[in-house]
């Protein structure tokens, strides 16, 4: 039966590898550069410390800034991906990575780590998440309805082993060679949907070659408004993507605020370093591919996706106590442990989304609720970025935890 699933669900991918293959690539570079960033930024800013607030506030900060105009962006790539074609805003997302990480591949003094965060800010506002959703957008117009949720499913299964492939890489490279590798392997992916990817959408015909440059920009504002205007009402009007845009706003708002300073997190109060960073991320890696290659294909047919999204949100809330109640250096790997669980959560809203649209709202409906999403990630490091720092400043909150943790013992 497993294995019966497992070759359905690689024939349905079988038209999305000219997608998923140059995607891995851009997905184990990335992943590879996130374990070592850690140590090379504090480094950079906070020489000879292993508590860098520094850095905490900046890694705040630029995700505001990220959230801010990703509610802007990201429903426009998702617009524009349905009026232009998938390609070429895949070619725009994936080639941004390219530069920040080669500035650190030049430098990593600490002015090259400022420009490092402006570009990576840059590329973050347009990349992240809209990848996603163009490449989910991809997939729908090719994938039969009922067929989605697994090939969703596959498609983040990737992701995750592309995750593990680069955490792997990073733990035995040596530090010097990971971002030249890495820039090499975001080099590839462009490249390869230039010459293999097809175009899945017809684009829209230029009827305003004679029109003024004003007319133009006036002409293309409108449209992206009334554009924009036309995905909420969209949302709104449906029980299912209003449901799904409220439940992801409270979920990103508390995991995006997690996400933004663990590493720091880990590295002050257990002097964590990459490879430490590397074993925990590669187990949650190898857990995630078994969660939605195997698992979710299976369960979905028996229970729905509602079902497991709900199971994959009980997951997240165990991860975020845990971490937050870490009394040792061992909880975090348990509490990782549980991101295979709520991993599923990317999958799942990916089918509840794709359901309640239609083929030609796709690309609308997915950029405007990861918009909605990136609201949430705007707001949470306003709280987590100054929380973190006091308590990496402060004894008392550790003696808290100390205490609650003999209490229950």
């Not at 997905?27 to 090379?40: N, P, Y």
């Not at 009922?146 to 040596?174: D, Q, Y």
Request: with cysteine; proline share 4%; hydrophobic share 50%.
């Amino acid at each position: 039966m497993v294995l019966k699933e497992c070759v359905r669900g690689l024939k349905e991918l079988r038209p999305l590898t000219h997608l998923l293959l140059p995607l891995c690539f851009h997905w184990i570079a990335e992943a590879m550069t996130v374990s070592v960033l850690v140590d090379v930024v504090t480094s950079a800013l906070c020489p000879g410390q292993t508590t860098c607030t520094e850095a905490i506030y900046i890694s705040g900060l630029q995700q505001t800034v990220v959230g801010i105009f990703k509610m802007v962006v990201l429903p426009l790539l998702g617009q524009l991906a349905d009026e232009y074609g998938r390609k070429p805003l895949l070619l725009i997302t994936v080639s941004t990575s390219i530069f920040p990480f080669a500035v650190l591949a030049w430098n990593q003094s600490r002015e090259s780590v400022y420009v490092y965060y402006v570009l990576r800010t840059i590329s973050f506002i347009i990349s992240q998440g809209s990848i996603f959703c163009i490449a989910v957008a991809y997939a729908a117009d090719i994938i039969e309805e009922g067929n989605r949720a697994a090939a969703f499913s596959w498609i983040t299964g990737f992701f995750s082993a592309s995750h593990v492939l680069g955490n792997l890489l990073a733990r035995f490279l040596p530090e010097k060679y990971i971002f030249v590798v890495s820039i090499v392997l975001l080099i590839f992916g462009p490249v390869y949907m230039h010459f293999f990817l097809a175009e899945t959408v017809d684009r829209v015909p230029k009827r305003d070659r004679d029109s003024t440059f004003l007319t133009k920009i006036t002409n293309v504002a409108h449209k992206r408004y009334e554009s924009m205007r036309d995905a909420a009402a969209i949302v709104f009007k449906s029980p299912t993507l209003r449901g799904i845009s409220f439940v992801l706003f409270f979920y990103e708002l508390g995991m995006s605020g997690i996400s933004s300073v663990l590493l720091f997190y880990l590295k002050a109060v257990f002097g964590f370093n990459k490879n430490q960073y590397s074993e925990i991320l590669s187990m949650v890696g190898i857990g995630a591919i078994f969660s939605q290659i195997l698992v979710l294909p299976l369960l979905n047919p028996l229970v729905g996706e509602g079902w497991i999204l709900s199971l994959a949100l009980l997951a997240s809330i165990a991860y975020g106590l845990l971490y937050g109640l870490a009394w040792a250096s061992w909880v975090p790997y348990l509490s990782a442990s549980f991101e295979a669980i709520y991993i599923l959560v990317k999958p799942a809203t990916y089918a509840v989304i794709s359901k309640g649209s239609s083929s030609k709202n796709q690309g609308k409906t997915q950029g405007f609720v990861a918009g909605v999403k990136s609201i949430a990630s705007l707001l949470s490091p306003l709280a987590m970025s100054p929380l973190t720092c006091e308590f990496l400043i402060s004894t008392f909150f550790l003696w808290l935890l100390q205490q609650a943790f003999h209490l229950t013992c």
